[in-house]
C-alpha cells in the first residue's frame, strides 16, 4: 500500500511540474511557422509586463486543453528587456501553463516583426493563426476577448 501511494504521489508530482520554455531565435520560430501539418497553428505573442496579453491568455490555454486539432505557442517577447528569463520561468510555473511557451530572444524587433507578419507593427499582444494545409493566415494585433480564437480558426479551415 505505501508503494502505490509512494508511486502515485510521484506521479502527481511529475505532473504538476511546470514547463521550463525553451529559448529560440527567429529561425526557429520560421520554421515552426511553416512546417506542414494537419494541425492549426496559433502563435500569441505576449509579454509577462503586457495586461491584455496576461488578460487574454485563459483563452490561448482553454482553446489548447479543449481543441485537440490545434497547436497553441506562446512566444514570450520578455527577453527583448530582460536577458534574464526567470520571470517567465516563474509565470509558467504560477499560472501552470499547459500550451507550449517559448521565449524570443531577437533584439531590435524593427529588423524583424515583418519576418513574421508584414501587418505586425510590434505592438502586443499579438496573434497569428496559420492553417498549413491551405496557406490561409489571420493576424490579429490587439487583445482578443472571449470566442475569438474560434471564430478567427473557423474563418481559415
Not at 41 to 58: D, Q, R, S
Request: hydrophobic share 40%.
Amino acid at each position: 500500500m505505501k508503494r502505490i501511494f509512494v508511486v502515485l504521489l510521484i506521479l502527481i508530482t511529475v505532473g504538476v511540474q511546470a514547463q521550463k520554455p525553451e529559448t529560440i531565435k527567429l529561425k526557429q520560430l520560421q520554421q515552426w511557422m511553416g512546417e506542414k501539418t494537419d494541425r492549426i497553428k496559433v502563435l500569441n505573442f505576449w509579454a509577462t509586463w503586457c495586461a491584455p496579453c496576461i488578460k487574454e491568455m485563459p483563452y490561448f490555454e482553454k482553446l489548447n486543453q479543449e481543441n485537440k486539432e490545434v497547436d497553441v505557442m506562446l512566444v514570450s517577447m520578455d527577453l527583448e528587456l530582460d536577458p534574464n528569463p526567470e520571470k517567465v520561468y516563474r509565470f509558467v510555473d504560477r499560472k501552470k501553463l499547459t500550451s507550449k511557451v517559448v521565449l524570443l530572444d531577437e533584439k531590435n524587433p524593427n529588423s524583424w516583426i515583418d519576418k513574421i507578419e508584414e501587418q505586425w507593427q510590434g505592438s502586443l499582444p499579438a496573434t497569428i493563426i496559420i492553417n498549413p494545409k491551405t496557406g490561409q493566415r489571420k493576424f490579429v494585433g490587439k487583445e482578443l476577448h472571449e470566442g475569438d480564437l474560434e471564430k478567427l480558426i473557423a474563418e481559415i479551415q
